[in-house]
């Protein structure tokens, strides 16, 4: 068995792990290994994979039950739904439905009771420049807020909006509307802990509405010095893609945003296996439920 090296590539998040073959299984002491490395660095980076889907569903069961992508039914492997394709490339003769996908700071399925441990996205093809991924660490995020800030965001609760995907209502309006109604927005806590490290995080995004109890007026500016505060530079670290990379991220103390910084004629085409993660948050029930209601209701889930 080779010996795994985990070399750094960020101060906030990133490192690259070298030694490993993802297409055989892993060893309890490399799967270990990998975890710890995981807690550490909250994103990891294994280069020069040969991975089939198949092969990427096995690599993720490794930590995790692996999300079948029922949220998001549309934009699914064909043959194996718990791989979703996110790619420029056209499918049944028609523009990609993900060719835009992840253009705002974001976690992966916040807008649902079941927001995702972590996720796994593999290159298969990439445009010559450009195309990269930036992640953001939301312990650093938290942890360097001002002692009455922190107080302050505590006991906030986000309506996370499955709409506010960028680029959402130029998808295909059947599809937006099934999505909707599959996806009805979801309340979490602003401030979470992780469950395996035991650190405070943020856990904001680019797609919450607003906060239980306050206006989208009164929300906005709070909202928008949370996430220019999260994603600072310090804070993140940026990926710059090779094919046949694996890039795992733990979903619940980071975001992430795909750029568009790249020759849209080229192609981009990647593949990306979830895990399922603590169930948490209500779904908003503006009618039925008032804010105050809608608290205690979280407050007994947590």
């Known amino acids: 068995m080779s010996e795994i090296k985990v070399v750094p590539l960020g101060y906030a998040a990133g490192a690259a792990v070298h030694g490993l073959d993802l297409s055989r299984p892993l060893a309890p002491a490399q799967q270990a290994a990998v975890q710890a490395a995981w ?3 909250l994103v990891l980076v294994f280069p020069q994979q040969k991975l089939d889907a198949p092969g990427l569903i096995a690599f993720t069961r490794n ?7 029922d949220n998001v039914p549309y934009y699914r492997d064909p043959d194996y739904p718990e791989v979703l394709l996110v790619s420029n490339k056209p499918r049944n003769g028609k523009p990609s439905e993900t060719r835009n996908t992840g253009r705002n700071w974001h976690s992966d399925l916040s807008y649902t009771t079941r927001p995702a441990k972590g996720s796994v996205l593999m290159c298969k093809e990439k ?3 450009g195309g990269d991924t930036m992640f953001a660490n939301m312990y650093m995020a938290y942890e360097s807020l001002s002692a009455p800030m922190r107080k302050f965001v505590e006991d906030l609760q986000a309506i996370h909006d499955i709409s ?14 099934a999505l909707k109604r599959r996806n ?8 979470r802990v992780h469950p395996e490290t035991g650190r405070k995080l943020l ?18 500016p709070i909202l928008d010095f949370l996430n220019r505060h999260a994603t600072s530079p310090e804070f993140v670290y940026r990926h710059k893609w090779s094919v046949d990379d694996v890039v795992m991220w733990d979903n619940r103390c980071t975001l992430h945003i795909a750029l568009a910084d790249f020759d849209q004629t080229q192609p981009r085409h990647m593949m990306r296996c979830s895990m399922l993660g603590e ?4 779904v908003l029930e503006e009618q039925q439920m008032d804010a105050r209601s809608l608290g205690s209701a979280i407050a007994a889930m947590s």
């Open 39 to 41: 807690n550490k660095h």
């Open 164 to 177: 506010l995907i960028k680029g959402f209502e130029k998808r295909d309006p059947e599809q937006v509307a």
């Open 184 to 191: 009805p927005p979801i309340v979490h806590s602003v401030v």
């Open 279 to 282: 169930v948490s948050g209500a």
């Open 203 to 220: 856990f904001v995004s680019e797609r919450i509405r607003s906060f239980v109890g306050m206006t989208e007026e009164e929300s906005k």
């Open 127 to 129: 445009p010559d420049v």
């Open 63 to 69: 930590f995790g039950e692996v999300e079948r992508n």
